[in-house]
Structure formats: C-alpha cells, structure tokens
T-cell receptor, first 115, second 113 residues
C-alpha cells in the first residue's frame, strides 16, 4: 500500500475486555515500531520489531500488553483485561531498514477508549 | 535517560507572523534530531531532521539547526500560513541502529487569518 495502515481507527472497550490492534506496514519495510500517545502528550515507545523478531519490548507498560509480527509484515498489538489508563492513541510506524537515518513512517493510529 | 523538552502551547499567531518553537534535549552520545508534524485528522509526518551538530534541516519554509553546545533544535518559520496549523513534535533518536524515537509533548500551533 501507499502508507502504513492501522485498524480499527477507533475502538471502544469495556474495562476488562481484550482488544487487538492491527498494523499493516509499508511493503518491504524491515522495522516496525509501536508507540502509545496519551491525550495531550507525545508518543511513547512500546516495542520494536526487526522482521519477525521482537528486539525491544522495554516500553510495554505491563504484562497485559503483547505484540507479535509472526511473518515479518503485519503486526498485532494485543491488550488483555483493558483498564481505563490504557485509553490512548496507539501508533504504528515502519522503516525500510535498520540504518540510523532510515525514516519512520507513521500510520494514522487507533484511538482506544476504555470505559 | 534520553528526553526532549519543548515549549508548551498552544501558540496562536496571525498569518505571516514569525514562528519559533523551542526544543532542548538530553541524550547520551550524538542523537539525530527531528521535527514531526501532525495535521488535524492525520498521522505524524516527518517535517525535517538533522543528524549531526551544526546541520540545518529545512522543509516547507521551516528550518531548525542542531546546536550541540546548547543541546537545542528550535523550529522556525519566517511567515506562517493558516495551513501550518497543527501539532509539532520535537524528537530524537540515538545513532546506534534503528532506535525508537523519543518525543517531546508537542506544541499546538493555531494560525489565524
């Protein structure tokens, strides 16, 4: 596709529900990042994949958060037993390779609201 | 750890006014510095970047200079337009491979005609 796509764009969940957020990176992009953006804040790093390998998950806030990229393309961020503090926009970004100057391209985000 | 501090908004300017959004950073090593922009209803887009000291990034009339001595990367534009209304984020990444971006909190700019 032309850019990074994410689905759904909006998700409302009741507290305690599990949710799954999907990211389709730009075709051929090796690196994939997930960020969490709370209202009025800048994005904060959650996790990073290089192809199918999850190289850094230091930003995941709790063990309720899980991400995968099994075939090195599409990625899913799963949040189990959602809490109100999980309400945020979840951003996915991809980049062509692992060089320091490889630009990260962002998707439009999924806005998660936990009631 | 690495961090970015940028001036708080919102900033409201009249069309054709001069814009400065301040950004300072704390990082180990020699980071690359970025400005991203988020237009209403759209995703984050890279506006400009600089990868080493004294580099100037520029795009769409915006520019920022990487100042190592003051650890700053202030965004400037000589004459803003209504279409520049957006949220602007300063960010850094370390140069050790393809590393996550560290963002500031963002500055909302509103330009009125």
């Amino acid at each position: 596709g032309a850019g990074v796509s994410q689905s759904p764009r909006y998700k409302v969940a009741k507290r305690g529900q599990d949710v799954a957020l999907r990211c389709d990176p730009i075709s051929g992009h090796v690196s994939l990042f997930w960020y969490q953006q709370a209202l009025g804040q800048g994005p904060e790093f959650l996790t990073y994949f290089q192809n199918e390998a999850q190289l850094d998950k230091s930003g995941l806030p709790s063990d309720r958060f899980f991400a995968e990229r099994p075939e090195g393309s599409v990625s899913t961020l799963k949040i189990q037993r959602t809490q109100q503090e999980d309400s945020a926009v979840y951003l996915c970004a991809s980049s062509l390779d692992r060089s320091p100057n490889s630009e990260q391209f962002f998707g439009p985000g999924t806005r998660l609201t936990v009631l | 750890g690495d961090s970015v501090t940028q001036m708080e908004g919102p900033v409201t300017l009249s069309e054709e006014a001069f814009l400065t959004i301040n950004c300072t950073y704390t990082a180990t090593g020699y980071p690359s510095l970025f400005w991203y922009v988020q237009y209403p209803g759209e995703g984050l887009q890279l506006l400009l970047k600089a990868t080493k000291a004294d580099d100037k990034g520029s795009n769409k009339g915006f520019e920022a200079t990487y100042r190592k001595e003051t650890t700053s990367f202030h965004l400037e534009k000589g004459s803003v337009q209504v279409s520049d209304s957006a949220v602007y984020f300063c960010a850094l990444s370390t140069n050790s491979g393809n590393t996550p971006l560290v963002f500031g909190k963002g500055t909302r700019l509103s330009v009125i005609a």
